[in-house]
């Protein structure tokens, strides 16, 4: 993996106060290049580890995942996000600094911060542009988790929520052997039987590595006419509640089809921070909410 650094020195030595760790030009600061303190590589700190991941893809799985840890970060959670869908990375997308580079301090790479309690890692940071894929096996993408978790500077957290690619391939299977404290797993579904087929077999691979299921949520349950006011089923109702009972896994809500919660991925500013004035983001609030009195509790 490349490491990247764009940061420019704009301060002026004579007013260094060696605080190496959380100066933005310490990158190129002669000072702090000879070692003093800078961050060492170590393994990543974290109290809970949170897998988001789904059986099919476009069911919506990065959106819970964004929306998540801005609702931890909200209680006042340290919270990191890492976008380990290494194939289609999204999460910068969603959150709006696609643009953002990363730097070295040390022998850590820097996370981006989004804000004060919420830093995130993606390959998308590590790409010259959005259109350039990545064509890797399963080995060099399982070397690229082991260094998002140990060679990233993600500070002491409270919890790392790990965005993963559809399936239960080598991603999903290399952060269940290597993550420390892992806490569980919360899968997402459409409510349709080809997404809920998928889904049964994401809580089965999870509970074959004995890792708890935290619950499903149904997403894109449902719509409400922007022109009638009328709900419409489009993807059919239901379906994760109904495998959440057959499977005996909690059922964490559901969240209905809406243009504005499109719009919120597109424009990079998370749902769950916009005004809680419509029904579906008191149903967004409901599902997040929900989640952590489960990892809480």
Not at 13 to 23: I, L, P, V
Not at 208 to 235: A, Q, T, Y
Not at 270 to 295: H, N, Q, Y
Request: charged share 25%.
């Amino acid at each position: 993996m490349t490491k990247k650094n764009t940061k420019k020195n704009t301060a002026d030595n004579e007013e260094c106060e060696k605080e190496c760790s959380s100066c933005p030009t310490a990158s190129t600061c002669a000072s702090a290049q000879s070692g003093q303190n800078l961050p060492k590589r170590s393994d990543i700190d974290v109290r809970h580890v949170i897998m988001v991941l789904s059986g099919k893809g476009g069911v919506g799985k990065s959106t819970v995942s964004v929306n998540l840890a801005y609702s931890l970060s909200n209680h006042g959670f340290r919270v990191g996000l890492l976008d380990l869908d290494m194939h289609g990375p999204n999460i910068p997308k969603m959150l709006g600094i696609e643009d953002h580079k990363l730097a070295v301090m040390g022998e850590l790479i820097e996370p981006v911060h989004v804000t004060g309690k919420l830093s995130v890692m993606s390959m998308a940071f590590l790409l010259p542009d959005t259109s350039t894929p990545i064509i890797w096996r399963g080995p060099m993408k399982m070397a690229a988790i082991q260094q998002f978790l140990k060679e990233v500077n993600w500070g002491t957290l409270d919890y790392l929520v790990v965005d993963l690619p559809p399936g239960t391939g080598d991603e999903a299977l290399t952060i269940a052997q290597i993550a420390p404290n892992l806490r569980g797993a919360v899968i997402v579904t459409t409510p349709q039987d080809v997404a809920t087929l998928d889904a049964r077999k994401s809580v089965k691979f999870i509970e074959k590595l004995e890792i708890p299921v935290l619950g499903i949520i149904e997403n894109m349950s449902g719509m409400i006419c922007p022109h009638c006011g009328e709900e419409i089923d489009l993807f059919g109702k239901g379906g994760g509640k109904k495998i959440a009972e057959e499977l005996s896994v909690p059922y964490l809500g559901s969240i209905p089809l809406d243009i504005d919660m499109r719009k919120a991925g597109d424009e990079g500013r998370p749902f769950i921070i916009r005004r809680g004035d419509s029904p579906t983001w008191a149903c967004v609030d409901k599902v997040m909410e929900a989640l952590i009195r489960v990892v809480e509790g």
